[in-house]
């Protein structure tokens, strides 16, 4: 029988209650608390889950032996001094995305849940959906051919926040998906973008970054958009991906569609781009939540000692690219650098499982970066 976990749950404002309800429900796994600093909050999920305690001290959690692990949903500026309060008091860490203010308090998280010998996983969550794998698999597999651009948009109306702009709210998803697909981190970006609404803090922003080998990726976030849009667009040389998150059904559709130029003319007249058009097809896609696969993966990680696929080094990637995107909105859209980016083995840490410096050999054959979904392969001809 597998290790009972005791889990408590940081923040049941928005997201919260989906870790709440997630956590409650996984065997071997028991929901211990649910804190936060507001009674109504507090009152309202336990009326969903009466067995479940509810705490409005965050120092409660901390002082609690039993408690094996703390997931933190609060805002963005409470991430850091509570994942260090909690690898301090000995608990496991999973922090919701983005996972700090900065690359020097995330990578002081790092350093302290490796000394201590604990697992620190961040909420990237849509690495663990279907969807995403089902991309991954495809663009690994090659059968799109090189990837030349990747393009995202993630737009809606509100919810406006106070203390960080649309890019630090809505694209940790994209970046987090498009580093994934990539396999690597980019070696510059730049990010222009306005404040409408909250003087100082912008909502809407398109930020491009730079990859090796020509390879690019455009982000649009906004809170200013009458519609609801969760779409990307992963262009091969051979073929396209359309990744369409709200689609009921369908959520992913290969386009067999190229343009290539004629290998060799000699006139201007001889030359003609060769434009192929080929069938669309949509491969079946299993649904599961990813927010439950994610939980369960932390707990996995904390029973078998594994690196989180979503670990604090890729939190700390993403966070590093948006602290880059505010630096080059400060500079008008100017390019950002980001040192170290092209470097092989940093480019190789975002997808690899067993390069973190204090990995000890732990990573389990059942983990999804250990052992990538059979090859489901885009058939040639098309049914
Ligand atoms: N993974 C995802 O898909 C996803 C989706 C949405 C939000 N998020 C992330 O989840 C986090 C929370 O976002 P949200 O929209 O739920 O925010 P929210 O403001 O709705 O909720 C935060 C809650 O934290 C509570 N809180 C604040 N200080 C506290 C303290 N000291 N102790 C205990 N509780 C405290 C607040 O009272 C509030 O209820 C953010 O980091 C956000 O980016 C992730």
């Given at each position: 029988?597998?290790?009972?976990l005791t889990v408590?749950?940081?923040?049941?404002?928005y997201?919260?209650?989906?870790?709440?309800r997630?956590?409650?429900?996984?065997?071997?796994c028991?929901?211990?608390?649910?804190?936060?600093v507001?009674?109504?909050?507090?009152?309202h999920?336990?009326?969903?889950?009466?067995?479940?305690?509810?705490?409005?001290?965050?120092d409660t959690l901390?002082?609690?032996?039993?408690?094996d692990?703390?997931?933190?949903?609060t805002s963005?500026?409470?991430?850091?001094p509570m994942?260090k309060a909690?690898?301090l008091?000995?608990k496991h860490?999973f922090?919701?995305?983005?996972?700090?203010?900065?690359?020097?308090e995330?990578?002081?998280l790092?350093?302290l849940a490796?000394?201590r010998?604990?697992?620190?996983?961040?909420?990237?969550?849509?690495?663990?959906?279907?969807?995403?794998k089902?991309?991954?698999e495809?663009?690994?597999?090659?059968?799109?051919?090189d990837?030349?651009?990747?393009?995202a948009?993630r737009?809606?109306?509100?919810?406006?926040?106070?203390?960080?702009n649309?890019?630090?709210?809505?694209?940790?998803?994209?970046?987090?998906?498009?580093?994934?697909?990539m396999?690597?981190t980019?070696?510059?970006?730049?990010?222009?973008?306005?404040?409408?609404?909250t003087?100082g803090?912008?909502?809407?922003?398109?930020m491009?970054?730079?990859?090796?080998?020509?390879?690019?990726a455009l982000i649009q976030?906004?809170w200013l958009?009458?519609?609801?849009?969760?779409e990307?667009?992963?262009?091969g040389s051979?073929?396209m991906?359309?990744?369409?998150?709200?689609?009921?059904?369908e959520?992913?559709?290969?386009?067999d569609v190229?343009?290539?130029?004629?290998?060799?003319?000699?006139?201007?007249?001889?030359?003609?781009?060769?434009y192929?058009?080929?069938?669309?097809?949509?491969?079946y896609?299993k649904q599961?939540?990813?927010l439950?696969t994610e939980?369960?993966?932390?707990?996995?990680?904390i029973?078998?000692g594994i690196?989180?696929?979503?670990?604090?080094?890729?939190?700390?990637e993403v966070?590093?690219?948006?602290?880059?995107?505010s630096d080059?909105?400060?500079m008008k859209g100017?390019?950002?650098?980001?040192p170290?980016?092209?470097?092989?083995?940093?480019?190789?840490?975002?997808?690899s499982?067993?390069?973190?410096?204090?990995?000890n050999?732990?990573?389990?054959?059942?983990?999804?970066?250990?052992?990538?979904a059979?090859a489901?392969?885009?058939p040639e001809?098309?049914?």
């Amino acid at each position: 029988m597998k290790k009972l976990l005791t889990v408590s749950v940081v923040g049941c404002g928005y997201w919260g209650p989906n870790l709440i309800r997630n956590l409650r429900f996984l065997p071997d796994c028991r929901l211990k608390s649910m804190c936060d600093v507001s009674e109504d909050r507090l009152r309202h999920l336990r009326t969903l889950y009466p067995e479940v305690a509810g705490e409005t001290s965050f120092d409660t959690l901390l002082q609690d032996a039993e408690i094996d692990a703390l997931a933190i949903a609060t805002s963005v500026k409470h991430h850091y001094p509570m994942a260090k309060a909690s690898l301090l008091a000995g608990k496991h860490t999973f922090i919701e995305k983005p996972m700090a203010r900065s690359t020097a308090e995330c990578a002081e998280l790092i350093e302290l849940a490796q000394k201590r010998g604990l697992i620190l996983m961040v909420g990237h969550t849509f690495l663990y959906s279907p969807a995403v794998k089902k991309i991954k698999e495809i663009v690994d597999n090659h059968d799109i051919g090189d990837i030349r651009y990747i393009s995202a948009r993630r737009l809606n109306l509100g919810l406006f926040q106070k203390d960080i702009n649309v890019t630090w709210d809505l694209a940790p998803h994209d970046i987090s998906i498009i580093l994934h697909i990539m396999g690597e981190t980019p070696y510059s970006l730049n990010c222009r973008g306005e404040a409408h609404i909250t003087p100082g803090i912008e909502d809407v922003t398109s930020m491009n970054m730079h990859f090796s080998k020509q390879r690019s990726a455009l982000i649009q976030s906004s809170w200013l958009d009458p519609r609801k849009v969760r779409e990307m667009t992963i262009v091969g040389s051979e073929r396209m991906i359309v990744y369409d998150d709200l689609a009921p059904q369908e959520k992913i559709k290969i386009f067999d569609v190229r343009v290539e130029r004629p290998p060799h003319y000699d006139t201007f007249a001889e030359f003609h781009y060769a434009y192929h058009y080929g069938d669309i097809y949509s491969p079946y896609i299993k649904q599961d939540e990813p927010l439950k696969t994610e939980c369960l993966h932390f707990l996995d990680c904390i029973r078998n000692g594994i690196i989180p696929i979503t670990s604090g080094q890729k939190g700390m990637e993403v966070v590093r690219i948006l602290e880059a995107s505010s630096d080059s909105l400060k500079m008008k859209g100017a390019p950002v650098d980001l040192p170290g980016a092209q470097n092989p083995a940093v480019a190789k840490g975002w997808f690899s499982n067993t390069d973190a410096p204090w990995n000890n050999g732990g990573v389990s054959a059942g983990t999804p970066a250990a052992t990538p979904a059979p090859a489901g392969r885009i058939p040639e001809k098309l049914p």
